[in-house]
């Protein structure tokens, strides 16, 4: 398969032990992919903004470039400056900008209503040294009711000064290729990145996949339900699921592959092995 750059998703881990073991053992083990990046997640509100921040600084200082989410529902222009600035004396340069969802129990949107005024503040504000990622939704976004809006939204965004978009995951590959055809009609030229979520557990992606309005094919649902507790079954299943899709993906043109780790290596390893992505492993 053609090789394309790769980038890895976590969330800030909540306890020690889960920080040690993604900087021990997850992310030297995905270090095999070259990743061009690491991105990390970032709360509702802000809601993990030094756990995303403590995160970020300890991936970048095993060498590997680390891109923090940042999200400005409820934010001020002044709070997201002191972010900007705290992550500029690291010497991050990459962000991946998005609007967030609000934290329940506040009202205020704070003043910015939509990604694309992050994005658009943060070009204004720090220049053109920044790499900017922001999401795309291929199936719509789970809060947008048209998909022709959301699809407005999005070409908003890339206008604004995004250098490029990381979808949200999914399963049918057509719904891929047909919003790059959309984005592509509104001008948008900027590169679209698949997001990828292997089946690290397939009932807590299917919550997540309805949660989203994401479309997981019937007879994908049907074979893992039919699979019941065997779960050495369901694993290699999942796995030559997602291997295909992001076989077809590649050779449908797409840019690279971004992969929701959910702070695991295992699955994200071997897809990239499937895939001829991986680097041999370091020799002791």
């Not at 990381?166 to 984005?183: K, L």
């Amino acid at each position: 398969m053609t090789r394309v750059p790769v980038s890895v998703e976590f969330f800030p881990p909540n306890t020690p032990v889960g920080h040690d073991k993604l900087l021990n053992q997850v992310v030297p083990a995905l270090q095999r992919l070259q990743p061009e990046y690491f991105s990390v997640t970032y709360g509702a509100g802000g809601a993990t903004r030094e756990k995303t921040l403590a995160t970020v600084k300890a991936i970048a200082a095993t060498g590997a470039q680390a891109a923090p989410h940042l999200s400005c529902v409820g934010a001020t222009r002044e709070t997201i400056s002191e972010i900007l600035a705290e992550y500029r004396a690291q010497g991050i340069r990459r962000v991946v900008a998005l609007r967030g969802d609000l934290p329940s129990g506040t009202a205020s949107l704070g003043e910015f209503r939509y990604a694309d005024e992050l994005v658009a503040f943060i070009r204004e504000t720090q220049g053109a040294d920044w790499h900017i990622e922001v999401a795309a939704y291929p199936e719509t976004h789970p809060q947008c009711r048209y998909a022709a809006k959301d699809l407005q939204h999005f070409a908003h965004k890339m206008k604004a000064g995004a250098d490029g978009a990381i979808t949200q995951f999914f399963f049918n590959p057509e719904a891929y290729f047909h919003f790059v055809d959309e984005a592509r009609k509104l001008g948008v030229t900027q590169p679209i990145v698949p997001g990828i979520m292997p089946f690290h557990n397939f009932h807590r992606i299917a919550q997540f996949a309805q949660r989203d309005g994401i479309d997981i094919p019937r007879w994908v649902a049907l074979k893992m339900e039919g699979f019941l507790d065997d779960a050495a079954s369901i694993r290699a299943f999942g796995l030559d699921v997602i291997t295909r899709l992001c076989e077809r993906l590649v050779a449908g043109g797409a840019p690279g592959l971004h992969f929701y780790a959910l702070n695991q290596s295992e699955l994200v390893l071997e897809i990239g092995q499937r895939l001829g992505l991986t680097a041999p492993p370091a020799q002791a």
